[in-house]
């Protein structure tokens, strides 16, 4: 598969009606096959390095294209231009806090896009500035971490987070637990952020999702003995 067109028709071969429904009570766009992300993942390996095949993919719109585009681009040999529309045109919140943040954690830009996307008044661009800032702290070193910004944020998310729409609150949220689970030296200060803020209310829609508790959530980080322990990409 070199192609587009080749891609998209594997992905409208794997699609089938109860994973476009589920993905659509999640909230997603109708231009969709609904293609299980197992799936996806082995077509990935498939098209694996093909960088321009990936962003065109992404740049089709379609659901399914849009989240493989995002296992397969290489954020680091993306441009601030391309990163940032990718943010702008993501259609819901797998595209948004999942493709977006994956390959944009990444880029040798991604803490600054991170910042930038924070401040965005568009839902699902401030979401992706939270994931992405998570993805900062899970693949970098706490040495090269401002600790001191990051605390700044989780005092952003306190006095916030109940003003702010349903996904960013979710990712506000996220950022938390990310704190107390990827930067030992602010473990405390996430967990205190974590009791302040509580149980985080957002509509789910017509699912059992739930919010985490990052009470809890961190509780158990901390039992497993996985505090600090960084990753080399939170693509999944």
Sequence with gaps: MNTVSQVMSELKK???????KTFANHGAPEDMFGVKVADLKVIAKKIKGNQDLALDLYATGNSDAMYLAGIVADGSQMNNKQLNDWAKQAPWYMISEYSVPGVAAENEKARELALKWIKSKKENIASSGWTTYVGVMATSSDDDLDL????????????????????????????????GAYVKPLLKQAKATAKKIGIVEVDMGSTSCKVPLATEYIANIETAKRVGKKRKTIKC
């Design 148 to 179: 001191d910004e990051i605390k700044d944020l989780l005092r952003q998310v306190e006095a916030t987070i109940d003003k702010s729409s349903d996904r960013v609150r979710y990712t506000m949220n996220g950022f938390v637990i990310g704190v």
């Design 14 to 20: 794997k699609g089938n009606a109860q994973t476009r």
